[in-house]
């Protein structure tokens, strides 16, 4: 019953969406062939932004299990879980791009030192060194361009 006043009004209706407990049986019932295909994404995925598939695989588990995203009734598992993964890739880039993670330096696939302490900034004034750089990157190219 809404009383007058109450600009709640009434609680959402979620029967269009999944539990978290029919995500979780989706998940325990998957195929090896949409394993597979999730695997797969999760590569893909994992060029665009550095992070380990299965990392990207078990963080998109982990949202949809958490709540934290919610899957609409009739969209298939393998779907859901590649959007999931996208979103979260989106949100890693654009920290980065924020400066908002570290940089590291890989030799052979181990960091070797952290971009901030070697240019001794904090990670913002790291977010200004990649702008400064992005800057001179496009004025140096237009300059080709003219020429």
Do not use: W, Y
């Amino acid at each position: 019953m809404q009383v007058e006043g109450d600009e709640r009004g009434p609680p959402p209706d979620d029967s269009d969406r999944l539990s978290v407990a029919e995500i979780h049986d989706s998940i325990n019932a998957i195929s090896d062939a949409d394993m597979a295909r999730l695997v797969s994404a999760a590569q893909g995925f994992s060029r665009l932004c550095g992070i380990d598939p299965e990392d990207l695989l078990q963080e998109a588990f982990t949202r949809a299990l958490e709540g934290r995203r919610t899957c609409e009734r009739g969209t298939a598992l393998v779907p859901f879980i590649c959007g999931v993964m996208k979103s979260f890739v989106s949100q890693e880039n654009e920290a980065r791009k924020d400066g908002f993670r570290p940089t590291v330096i890989l030799r052979k696939g181990e960091p070797i030192v952290e971009l901030q302490d070697l240019l001794g900034v904090d990670e913002k004034g790291l977010a200004a060194v990649r702008k400064r750089l992005r800057r001179l990157l496009q004025e140096a190219r237009a300059s080709e361009f003219a020429s």
